[in-house]
C-alpha cells in the first residue's frame, strides 16, 4: 500500500501531483484540522472546518483515495508528536510505502509530520512548498502547472485564495527523495 502522510488537506495534492495523477498513492493521512481561518477571510471556525473537510472528500473522491481524518489542532502538531505517530503507526503495515513531507520543509506542521519513523516501510519525502536546499538524491517532476493550478483551484478554492492573497509561490516542480 502507497499512503501518503499530509500535515494539512492541501499538502499532498501540491506535493504529490504528479503521483496521483499516475495512480500511485493508494490512502492519504490527514493529521491537521487545517483549522486557522486565513488572514482577511471572515467566516465562523465550524463553518471553516466544514469546507475543509468538504474540499478533502472532493479530493479524494476525485482520485479515487481511501484515507483518514486525525484532525489534531493546525500549528500545533509538534505538541501531540508521540500520540499522532501511535495513531498513524495503526494504519500502517510492514512493507507499506509512505510519503511524508521533506526534512527541509519550513512550515512548522511539515516539519513535525517529515519526522514520523516508520522502521519496516519505505519512506519517500515530498515536497511541499520549499525545494530542497540540497537536492542531492531527489528526483523531481514536471507537470503540466496550469493544469494542476487550475484543479487545485476547483477542488480547494478555501485554500487557493488564501495562499494567493499570501503571496505563497507554488513550485512548479515535484522534489522526490527516498529516505535512508
Not at 467566516?43 to 486525525?70: A, K
Not at 519505505?122 to 536546499?133: K, Q, R, W
Request: aromatic letters at 16%.
Amino acid at each position: 500500500m502507497n499512503i501518503a502522510i499530509e500535515p494539512h488537506s492541501d499538502d499532498v495534492f501540491l506535493g504529490c501531483y504528479s503521483l496521483l495523477k499516475l495512480g500511485l498513492i493508494n490512502k492519504v493521512i490527514t493529521v491537521s484540522d487545517g483549522g486557522t481561518v486565513p488572514e482577511g477571510v471572515n467566516i465562523e471556525y465550524e463553518d471553516y472546518i466544514d469546507i475543509r473537510y468538504r474540499e478533502t472528500v472532493n479530493f479524494r473522491e476525485m482520485f479515487n483515495l481511501g484515507g483518514s481524518y486525525l484532525w489534531y489542532d493546525d500549528g500545533e502538531l509538534d505538541k501531540d508528536f508521540t500520540k499522532i505517530q501511535e495513531e498513524i503507526s495503526n494504519y500502517v503495515k510492514p512493507g507499506d510505502t509512505i510519503f511524508l513531507p521533506s526534512y527541509s520543509e519550513k512550515h512548522p506542521d511539515h516539519k513535525t509530520i517529515s519526522k514520523l519513523i516508520f522502521p519496516d516501510c519505505s519512506v519517500i519525502e515530498y515536497s511541499i512548498s520549499t525545494i530542497p536546499d540540497n537536492l542531492e538524491g531527489f528526483t523531481f517532476t514536471q507537470f503540466r502547472f496550469k493544469e494542476k493550478m487550475k484543479l487545485f483551484k476547483k477542488l480547494y478554492p478555501s485554500q487557493y485564495e488564501s495562499l494567493k492573497f499570501s503571496g505563497y509561490e507554488f513550485l512548479e516542480c515535484e522534489y522526490f527523495r527516498v529516505r535512508k
